[in-house]
């Protein structure tokens, strides 16, 4: 289902670890690899606290995904949140991301596609780019469970060339849909 102007909005990567990546004019995504060139590229987990758990552990964030409207929403509190600082890889606006369910493909631009593995949880390292940035994006749920609006995690299922203003195609998952979770 095409959400009415779903679009990619940025796309980033750092061969480094640290929370900004770059923007790039495009990115390359590889089957069961992520995005080409960048720290978390790789069939197993890169994340460094989860490789010093279990470094043969599948990586379940390849590619992270941010909605530019989280920027939107954390503007007015203060912070002056642009693509790519938060260590997103791929920017859209017009698809709730946080609402997706596990399993859920998005096709980016002509070929690639992704499917959503879970939620990015929010870490500390958010507070060294401004102060209670981690915290504003921490929110309640109307029962007062937590809401991360950090993104979400995916893995690459068919690589291909994203680029900004790239059109988003949203499949929902087979039923039974399971909600996100972080990974």
């Given amino acids: 289902m095409e959400a009415p102007h779903a679009i990619v909005v940025a796309v980033s990567r750092k061969s480094g670890h640290g929370v900004d990546k770059p923007n790039q004019l495009m990115i390359r995504l590889v089957e069961g690899r992520g995005v080409e060139g960048d720290a978390h590229y790789g069939a197993t987990v890169k994340h460094r606290s989860r490789v010093r758990q279990n470094p043969d552990q599948p990586n379940l ?3 992270h995904l941010i909605h530019a409207e989280l920027h939107d929403e954390l503007e ?3 912070y002056r949140v642009t693509p790519g600082l938060m260590g997103e890889n791929i920017t859209t606006r017009g698809v709730d991301l946080l609402a997706l369910s596990r399993g859920a493909r998005l096709r980016l631009g002509g070929e690639a596609i992704v499917e959503v593995t879970g939620l990015r949880n929010p870490c500390t390292q958010l507070d060294a780019l401004e102060p209670g940035l981690m915290a504003a ?4 749920g109307p029962n007062g469970e937590p809401v991360r609006k ?3 995690m995916a893995v690459v299922l068919q690589g291909g060339e ?6 988003i195609v949203v499949e929902p998952p087979p039923d039974p849909h399971e909600p996100l979770r972080p990974v």
Avoid at 162 to 167: F, S
């Fill in 61 to 63: 964030r390849q590619v």
């Fill in 76 to 78: 007015p509190l203060g």
């Fill in 137 to 140: 994006c921490l929110g309640r």
């Fill in 150 to 152: 950090a993104g979400v």
């Fill in 162 to 167: 994203v680029r900004a203003g790239d059109p």
